[in-house]
T-cell receptor, first 117, second 111 residues
Framework: GAVVSQHPSRVICKSGTSVKIECRSL??????MFWYRQFPKQSLMLMAT?????????EQGVEKDKFLINHASLTLSTLTVTSAHPEDSSFYIC?????????????FGPGTRLTVL | DAKTTQPNSMESNEEEPVHLPCNHS???????IHWYRQLPSQGPEYVIH???SNVNNRMASLAIAEDRKSSTLILHRATLRDAAVYYC????????????FGGGTRLMVKP
């Protein structure tokens, strides 16, 4: 199946710093990628839909100026958490929409665990 | 969005079949029924999906009720590696292709 990678897998940062998370579709071109976050013992929550070459569509309650999404190529989307605070500590997961390769499914990355001190 | 209802948790013995139920009484005609599972500290993994007919693949089977208001994911022989949270999700390809995750069912497999 398709492979989606995320980098870094784990990051610890100080409060007030910015953190960039990369999501790569390794073996197909994904016109649409999705970003989710998951707090401990909770389900995944969709943050935004990222379309290549256009602005991301954010879900209600997600601050677009805090969570900057860039989908500059068909294989790479990045999420930047700006001025991170402890409440932003979470498991961030991206996925690539498989419809571009004729598959009605999303291919998920392994996730990035962010800890803000 | 049409929502799904799943039991919070289920338990199974290793090597036995597991039937994971899902109710989706407000499903619309364009909703596909998707199942994903998430192992601890990993991203979700696609399991199976269907529209109206029952579906089989190497991982599982999906049984869809005739009125489509419920479905059941069937793992034919549970292994310890099947212990995960299983999510039943309705996906409308006409409405942004996004997946809205509910609470899921935590499947525990006993040796």
């Amino acid at each position: 199946g398709a492979v989606v990678s995320q980098h870094p897998s784990r990051v610890i940062c100080k409060s007030g710093t910015s953190v960039k998370i990369e999501c790569r579709s390794l073996d197909f071109q994904a016109t649409t990628m999705f970003w989710y976050r998951q707090f401990p013992k909770q389900s995944l929550m969709l943050m935004a839909t990222s379309n290549e070459g256009s602005k991301a569509t954010y879900e209600q309650g997600v601050e677009k100026d805090k969570f900057l999404i860039n989908h500059a190529s068909l294989t790479l989307s990045t999420l930047t958490v700006t001025s991170a605070h402890p409440e932003d500590s979470s498991f961030y997961i991206c996925s690539a929409d498989g419809l571009a390769r004729g598959r009605n499914e999303q291919f998920f990355g392994p996730g990035t665990r962010l800890t803000v001190l | 969005d049409a929502k799904t209802t799943q039991p919070n948790s289920m338990e199974s013995n290793e090597e036995e079949p597991v039937h994971l139920p899902c109710n989706h009484s407000t499903i619309s005609g364009t909703d596909y029924i998707h199942w994903y599972r998430q192992l601890p500290s990993q991203g979700p993994e696609y399991v199976i999906h269907g529209l109206t007919s029952n579906v089989n693949n190497r991982m599982a089977s999906l049984a869809i009720a005739e009125d489509r208001k419920s479905s059941t994911l069937i793992l034919h022989r549970a292994t310890l590696r099947d212990a995960a949270v299983y999510y039943c999700i309705l996906r409308d390809l006409n409405a942004g292709n996004m997946l809205t995750f509910g609470g899921g069912t935590r499947l525990m497999v006993k040796p």
